[in-house]
């Protein structure tokens, strides 16, 4: 599954991809506007929003470039790491025995 994030702390970015691994997806994490955002958020299964710790442009780059038909969208205002676990277990499949949840 892949999965992409927008918002959250930029001290967190690293900790966002392992969570997403130990679930065994694919993760981009956006934490600030970059150029060209439109253009690297591609088609994922999940687009993440952490709506607290991001400004209103970059959510709409991220709406506009998402085909809603295809692509769930979760909107959270807390961008913890138990905040994305909790979406992860509603929306990935955990890893099975043995597998780590960081």
Do not use: W
């Not at 930029?10 to 956006?30: G, L, P, T």
């Not at 591609?42 to 692509?71: C, I, N, R, W, Y």
């Amino acid at each position: 599954m892949s999965i992409v994030i927008v918002g959250g702390n930029e001290c967190m970015e690293r900790r966002y991809k392992d969570i997403c691994e130990s679930y065994q997806c694919r993760a981009k994490v956006f934490t600030r506007m970059r150029d060209g955002i439109k253009n690297k958020i591609g088609a994922p299964d999940l687009l993440v929003l952490f709506t607290g710790t991001t400004s209103h442009k970059m959510v709409q780059a991220a709406l506009s470039e998402t085909d809603e038909s295809s692509t769930k969208i979760v909107r959270c205002h807390s961008s913890s790491a138990s905040a994305l676990k909790g979406i992860l277990d509603t929306y990935a499949k955990p890893a099975g025995r043995g597998g780590k949840h960081v």
